[in-house]
């Protein structure tokens, strides 16, 4: 039986999250909402959920967080600097402490695209931001998938060390 990622990465979280009143928005486009998603299904996280985007399209990417549409389309809406922006606009929109985003290339394969790349920002309030390009390789949508979600909940534990203390 293999371990559950994401049910680890959630419970370590958790932890973090357990003495705070920090809120969290996902601008979420390859995943759909599965991190918010969830965050939601974690009985000690989902009230730490402040919002969720699911931008899977340019236009959600442009119309729901003010994404430039020259910056969307240069790169079909996915890349590390698309993702930097909708995880800003995704923090600047809400009342979170941290946003993540996540755009990546499911499959199957259109063109040049490579499958199983995912791209990662996490924006917090008066630090900056956290990225990550992930080569998760061609292992299956349903994998890749969980792997970004464990992926981005390790980068919002990160994020949450990097908040001041009391908040």
Known sequence: MTPDPIGKRLAELAGRVADGDIRFATAESCTGGQLAAALAGHTALGSHLERGYVVYSVDAKCEM??????????????GASVTAALA???LHKSRADVAIAITGFCGPREGDEEVGLVHLACAVHGRGALSRTC?????????????????AIAMLCE???RLPTGD
């Not at 967080?65 to 996915?78: D, K, M, P, T, W």
Request: proline share 0%; no cysteine; glycine share 10%.
């Open 65 to 78: 967080l003010g994404i430039s549409r020259a910056l969307a389309e240069r790169s079909q809406g996915v």
């Open 135 to 151: 080569h998760f390789g061609e292992i299956g949508r349903r994998a890749m998938l969980d792997a970004a979600v464990a992926e």
């Open 88 to 90: 800003e606009a995704a």
């Open 159 to 161: 994020a949450v060390e």
